[in-house]
């Protein structure tokens, strides 16, 4: 029997995050979660909105923002500023003790810039490392980390972290100590059979079944990272994955995927 305590961290993505309505039930159900919790948005939506309004492109490889020096300015303002603080002033509002961090704050998550292969993404940075331990003693004192998707390279540059990757390498780093199940909510039910239609719910997948369901074109576009950061998370010792619906974070629905 698992004898850690339990930690729940949730990741919101942007169309959840941008939408008046589904932005208050998301944190209405996060409210509602007892014990430890963690909450990690996105926001590329805003951030692809806000650059159009000033005239900046957004350019996404693979999933990825690519990030030039403009980008970042607005990166920052949007994730940093605008999606953050309007989520911590609503949990605050709902009696939840939420602290907004970015990677660099606390020097809760060191980065490097992604080193250029094929693509340049600009000021885009991998992981190095998480602090589990501050993350820690922050919850455990009853506040709870509502994180940007922004690290640090510890000299002064901050970086672009998809969301996605921010929630999964925080569920590692806190899979040691804790009893981890990590949530990512979006619009949809889980993974599908058919991106369309909600009715076709993959209630359980395991990495043999999302290689071959990647080979069929039947998980495409931004569900691959989002798995490929679950099954990565699962490796290192998180105890449950869960992709469901931002309304249905009670743990009984959505895909699951277990050690
Ligand atoms: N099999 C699938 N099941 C569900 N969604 C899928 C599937 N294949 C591709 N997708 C797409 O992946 C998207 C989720 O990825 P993404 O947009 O990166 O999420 P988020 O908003 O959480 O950042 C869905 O909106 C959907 O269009
Ligand atoms: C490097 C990179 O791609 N960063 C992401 C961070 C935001 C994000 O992940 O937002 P969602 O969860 O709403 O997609 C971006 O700028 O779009």
Redesign the pocket.
Known sequence: MNMKEKLTIIKV??KI?EEEDSLHQLLAAFTAVEGHKILVH????S?TKVAAQLGIESQMIN???V?DADMLNV?TMV?GGLVNKNIVVRLQAQGVNALGLTGADMDVIRSHKRPVKDVD?GF?GDVDAVNGTLLADLIRKGIVPVMA?LTHDGQGHIL?????TIAGETAKAMADVFDVTLMYCFEKKGVLRDAEDDDSLIPHINESEFKRYVEEGIIQG?MIPKLENSFEAIHAGVSKVIITLATAIDGVSGTVIER
């Open positions: 993505g942007g995050v996105g926001g590329g939506r951030a999933g990825r923002r990030t990166v994730y993404y885009v998707p672009n972290t998809n969301a996605d931004g």
